[in-house]
């Protein structure tokens, strides 16, 4: 889905379309080695394929490059990432390297699969 913009000269897309890969939540302990900060200890709010948000104590730079890791439900991942944007203790890192052995997408995929049965359920079954 696409809208016009206000001069009507090129289409952007509309707000409903602004994520590119769904989110899930995920609570999980995950350590962010920072060049300026050093080892930060937090947890994961929610992941994509595309990336994973945090909670962590310490600022960090808008920017800057990450090393993350973290145990996933369908094993452990380190992938190096980018402090996309901060809400005071909330970071949402956008991963910088390919999915080598499929980690994340086991895990999203499973997410994926939990979500769907948990809203088919009611209480009548």
């Known amino acids: 889905m696409e809208a016009e913009n206000p001069t009507g000269t090129q289409p952007f897309p509309a707000f409903a379309e602004a994520r590119r890969c769904p989110r899930f939540p995920l609570h999980t302990d995950v350590r962010v080695y920072s060049r300026s900060v050093g080892l930060l200890k937090g947890y994961t709010v929610d992941i994509s394929q595309a990336g994973i948000s945090a909670m ?28 996309r944007h901060q809400t005071a203790f909330r970071y949402g890192f956008e991963f910088l390297e390919p999915d080598s052995q499929g980690v994340i997408k086991a895990t999203c995929s499973h997410l994926a699969m939990l979500q769907r049965s948990h809203e088919d359920w009611t209480p009548d079954h």
Request: glycine residues 8%; hydrophobic residues 55%.
């Open 56 to 83: 962590l104590k310490l600022d960090l730079s808008v920017g800057e490059i990450v090393q993350l890791e973290c145990e996933l439900p369908s094993g452990p991942v380190a992938i190096l990432a980018v402090v």
